[in-house]
């Protein structure tokens, strides 16, 4: 953000200040252990002698790791959003009462925009707001399969689909999107966990400029948070 952004600090900022720790500690301690025990197998079958085994349990593999891979990511999303609505209802307690109940079942474009009123800036306004509405999206997909998501998803994130890219495709042919095509790879949900610590952080700079005075330890956090926001861009 270029300019300071000015909101009233809540206890909710205070109750948020472990979010980013429990995101990376999901990718950390949860997905990276995950995906390298599946890797271990595909590279321990790649060695057998046995070409026809390999065959048959190398796609099983294949689609296993493809389940895992969407498993992860709609954890990453779940997490993010129920962080997000907590959020919001530790706020909407302290600064609107009458809006609590609207960070229960709202829709994500409700939750956008009550984040809005209280903080006074949009969620567009953060560095990594096209990576949290990819998880959305994504997270969306992972969990209802085919739907006006997916579409949504193919017409902004056609990468995320490299069987599209057939080198010679047939006369008529025309790719269709499914739920089974799509590529989460380890670097995307890297990704996607970071976009999450990144909002925290960004979130926590806010609220440390926001405070009437500083002590040596909350200067020195500010200056942290900063270098290392600027390093995620």
Request: aromatic share 8%.
């Amino acid at each position: 953000m270029a300019e300071a952004i000015r909101w009233k600090n809540c206890y909710g900022d205070v109750v948020s200040s472990k979010n980013g720790w429990m995101a990376q500690s999901l990718l950390d301690d949860v997905i990276e252990p995950g995906l390298d025990a599946l890797d271990a197998q595909v590279s321990k079958l790649e060695k057998s002698e046995d070409e026809a085994l390999v065959i048959f349990l190398k796609s099983d593999l294949d689609h296993l790791h493809h389940a895992v891979a969407m498993g992860y990511c709609l954890s990453i999303q779940a997490l993010w959003e129920r962080q997000i609505r907590t959020y919001l209802r530790w706020c909407a307690k302290e600064l609107a009462p009458e809006a609590m109940t609207r960070t229960e079942k709202s829709t994500w474009g409700e939750i956008e925009k009550l984040f809005r009123e209280l903080r006074g800036i949009s969620l567009s306004g953060f560095a990594e707001y096209p990576d949290l509405q990819l998880l959305h999206l994504l997270g969306n997909v992972c969990r209802h399969g085919e739907g006006a998501s997916l579409r949504t998803l193919w017409e902004k994130h056609p990468e995320l689909w490299p069987g599209r890219l057939a080198p010679e495709p047939p006369p008529g042919w025309q790719f269709s999107p499914t739920v089974e095509g799509i590529e989460i790879s380890r670097g995307l949900l890297r990704r996607l966990a970071g976009a999450v610590v990144s909002f925290w952080e960004e979130a926590a700079c806010i609220y440390m400029e926001n405070l009437q005075s500083y002590d040596p330890g909350a200067r020195a956090r500010l200056d942290e948070l900063k270098v290392m926001r600027s390093g995620r861009r």
